[in-house]
């Protein structure tokens, strides 16, 4: 009796429900591998005809006037937000002071929300020691960190000071631009009215520290290679990346400033400068030294914040955008549909639930055909896409794909809580850096303790990888196909972060 009811309710209703989300997970595969396809034949197009952005915008170096001096060179204030960066802050402060660029031009403006009152005293010090050198440098502190990151940055734009600027560069205070940096960015600014950003790809300088790292360079130099360049060059837009770039001031006071109210305070800038018409260019050419996380805990909060921030901005935009006057109705299906539907919120929930939920527990419903061309053929060319973005590790390729499944998981839970406003929407948790920058360190680090084996213990990767290790024991002893050797790896990827083997 119980074993017909089980045949019953499986055949009627937990078959065609499996079935059901199959088909979705179908049509968001094409979805997904449409959207990759067209930002890498974009790719491809700028590259064959070399459509470098000095082409498309007018650009000339800047040079001294003999009768001016130095005041045709814009005002241009290199603002530096920071938070109890004792690794770094030297490193930030150092490279921002060294850009070429009259002195009597440049402002560096120091945004330091530190609460460690060793740190404030050093970074007072570093501050003064370049002031001496005749650098115009401030050193900004307020009494709460309200805001996080953008209320800093707001805080900094209504010092008087600022108004007395054209252009604002930004910088992370991981970020070590190069002393030509301004030179290269500024003059698109300059000579083409319409723009009001300039943004540098970055370069990690410790790419190479672990297995967590490359896997990470692959993730962001796909970013920036497809994402940011078919943005720019098809729609001239795309998300700032809140560090290493160039803003025109105008264009920000215009949108309304830097606002608090989500977690990416970049991107939301971006948008609704977007949405007024400006336009946005992104120099590959041009890359910033950076540093990735190297810990699993920290690389963890990071990319909560990166797929929460956005869901919960999209959320809160979408009216917004929808009832726009000042561009095209293209413009605006793109920022929706492209750049926030498809590439901020149902990919994360795609790789997640299709990878690692839908394909293992197949392995119960053989009577479910799950096509070839949505497990194979079109992972292949989306990887291989990605892959070619840094053809130094495409050997790591199989590893990296295991790694962005683990992630998936994180993103799909972060994008659930920035969709529905829940309890973390707003945690930000400043990612730590290690000082993996620095070739010489200039300060002593601080070491903390290791933590003990169970506590590095993280019981939902460890879950997720013991269910996908059952489904793929069961196809091994009772299945027809291989899905079981995919189903091992990435049981063992889930596994070995969830005991946290990865990362330093």
Same mark, same amino acid.
């Given at each position: 009796?119980?074993?017909?009811?089980?045949?019953?309710?499986?055949?009627?209703?937990?078959?065609?429900?499996?079935?059901?989300?199959?088909? /979705?997970?179908?049509?968001?595969?094409?979805?997904?591998?449409?959207?990759?396809?067209?930002?890498?034949?974009?790719?491809?197009?700028?590259?064959?005809?070399?459509?470098?952005?000095?082409?498309?915008?007018?650009?000339?170096?800047?040079?001294?006037?003999?009768?001016?001096?130095?005041?045709?060179?814009?005002?241009?204030?290199?603002?530096?937000?920071?938070?109890?960066?004792?690794?770094?802050?030297?490193?930030?402060?150092?490279?921002?002071?060294?850009?070429?660029?009259?002195?009597?031009?440049?402002?560096?403006?120091?945004?330091?929300?530190?609460?460690?009152?060793?740190?404030?005293?050093?970074?007072?010090?570093?501050?003064?020691?370049?002031?001496?050198?005749?650098?115009?440098?401030?050193?900004?502190?307020?009494?709460?960190?309200?805001?996080?990151?953008?209320?800093?940055?707001?805080?900094?734009?209504?010092?008087?000071?600022?108004?007395?600027?054209?252009?604002?560069?930004?910088?992370?205070?991981?970020?070590?631009?190069?002393?030509?940096?301004?030179?290269?960015?500024?003059?698109?600014?300059?000579?083409?009215?319409?723009?009001?950003?300039?943004?540098?790809?970055?370069?990690?300088?410790?790419?190479?520290?672990?297995?967590?790292?490359?896997?990470?360079?692959?993730?962001?130099?796909?970013?920036?290679?497809?994402?940011?360049?078919?943005?720019?060059?098809?729609?001239?837009?795309?998300?700032?990346?809140?560090?290493?770039?160039?803003?025109?001031?105008?264009?920000?006071?215009?949108?309304?400033?830097?606002?608090?109210?989500?977690?990416?305070?970049?991107?939301?800038?971006?948008?609704?400068?977007?949405?007024?018409?400006?336009?946005?260019?992104?120099?590959?050419?041009?890359?910033?030294?950076?540093?990735?996380?190297?810990?699993?805990?920290?690389?963890?909060?990071?990319?909560?914040?990166?797929?929460?921030?956005?869901?919960?901005?999209?959320?809160?935009?979408?009216?917004?955008?929808?009832?726009?006057?000042?561009?095209?109705?293209?413009?605006?299906?793109?920022?929706?549909?492209? +750049?926030?539907?498809?590439?901020?919120? /149902?990919?994360?929930? +795609?790789?997640?639930?299709?990878?690692?939920?839908?394909?293992?527990?197949?392995?119960? +419903?053989?009577?479910?055909?799950?096509?070839?061309?949505?497990?194979?053929?079109?992972?292949?060319?989306?990887?291989?896409?990605?892959?070619?973005?840094?053809?130094?590790?495409?050997?790591?390729?199989?590893?990296?794909?295991? +790694?962005?499944?683990?992630?998936?998981?994180?993103?799909?839970?972060?994008?659930?809580?920035?969709?529905?406003?829940?309890?973390?929407?707003?945690?930000?948790?400043?990612?730590?850096?290690?000082?993996?920058?620095?070739?010489?360190?200039?300060?002593?680090?601080?070491?903390?303790?290791?933590?003990?084996?169970?506590?590095?213990?993280?019981?939902?990767?460890?879950?997720?990888?013991?269910?996908?290790?059952?489904?793929?024991?069961?196809?091994?002893?009772?299945?027809?196909?291989?899905?079981?050797?995919?189903?091992?790896?990435?049981?063992?990827?889930?596994?070995?972060?969830?005991?946290?083997? /990865?990362?330093?």
């Amino acid at each position: 009796m119980k074993t017909m009811w089980w045949r019953d309710m499986r055949s009627l209703l937990i078959v065609p429900m499996f079935k059901c989300l199959v088909a /979705i997970c179908l049509v968001i595969s094409l979805l997904v591998f449409v959207e990759s396809l067209y930002m890498n034949i974009v790719v491809i197009y700028v590259k064959l005809c070399k459509r470098k952005p000095e082409k498309i915008y007018k650009w000339e170096a800047m040079q001294e006037d003999l009768e001016l001096g130095n005041q045709n060179f814009p005002m241009v204030l290199v603002q530096i937000p920071m938070y109890n960066e004792r690794e770094v802050f030297q490193l930030s402060i150092g490279a921002a002071c060294r850009l070429i660029w009259p002195l009597d031009r440049l402002i560096v403006q120091v945004l330091d929300d530190s609460t460690d009152p060793t740190i404030m005293e050093m970074v007072s010090i570093e501050c003064g020691k370049w002031a001496t050198k005749g650098i115009n440098i401030k050193c900004e502190r307020r009494d709460n960190r309200n805001g996080y990151k953008a209320g800093a940055l707001k805080q900094g734009m209504r010092h008087s000071y600022v108004k007395t600027c054209t252009y604002i560069a930004i910088f992370d205070a991981d970020f070590q631009p190069e002393p030509d940096y301004l030179e290269r960015t500024v003059p698109f600014l300059i000579h083409n009215p319409e723009l009001a950003l300039v943004q540098a790809r970055w370069k990690f300088v410790n790419a190479k520290k672990c297995l967590m790292t490359r896997m990470q360079e692959m993730s962001l130099n796909y970013h920036f290679t497809a994402e940011q360049e078919s943005g720019s060059t098809r729609h001239a837009f795309f998300g700032f990346n809140g560090t290493a770039g160039v803003w025109r001031l105008a264009a920000m006071e215009e949108a309304g400033g830097w606002k608090d109210r989500t977690t990416v305070e970049d991107m939301d800038l971006a948008v609704r400068v977007g949405l007024h018409g400006w336009k946005f260019v992104f120099v590959n050419d041009v890359s910033v030294k950076s540093e990735l996380p190297s810990q699993f805990k920290a690389f963890r909060f990071q990319q909560h914040r990166w797929s929460c921030g956005p869901a919960n901005l999209f959320r809160k935009m979408t009216m917004e955008i929808i009832r726009n006057k000042r561009v095209t109705i293209w413009k605006k299906l793109y920022v929706i549909y492209s +750049f926030f539907f498809v590439r901020k919120i /149902i990919v994360h929930f +795609f790789t997640f639930f299709f990878y690692c939920f839908i394909l293992p527990t197949s392995v119960f +419903f053989p009577e479910v055909n799950i096509p070839t061309w949505s497990t194979v053929y079109f992972p292949f060319m989306i990887t291989l896409f990605n892959a070619i973005a840094t053809p130094r590790s495409f050997y790591l390729v199989i590893f990296w794909v295991l +790694f962005e499944n683990v992630m998936a998981m994180h993103r799909t839970k972060g994008t659930f809580i920035g969709l529905l406003e829940g309890g973390r929407v707003n945690e930000w948790v400043v990612t730590e850096k290690l000082g993996d920058a620095l070739e010489t360190k200039l300060l002593p680090q601080v070491r903390k303790p290791r933590n003990g084996f169970l506590e590095r213990i993280n019981s939902k990767e460890m879950m997720v990888g013991i269910y996908i290790l059952c489904c793929a024991s069961y196809n091994l002893v009772f299945g027809k196909t291989v899905l079981y050797i995919y189903l091992y790896m990435q049981a063992l990827a889930f596994i070995i972060a969830g005991i946290g083997f /990865i990362g330093t």
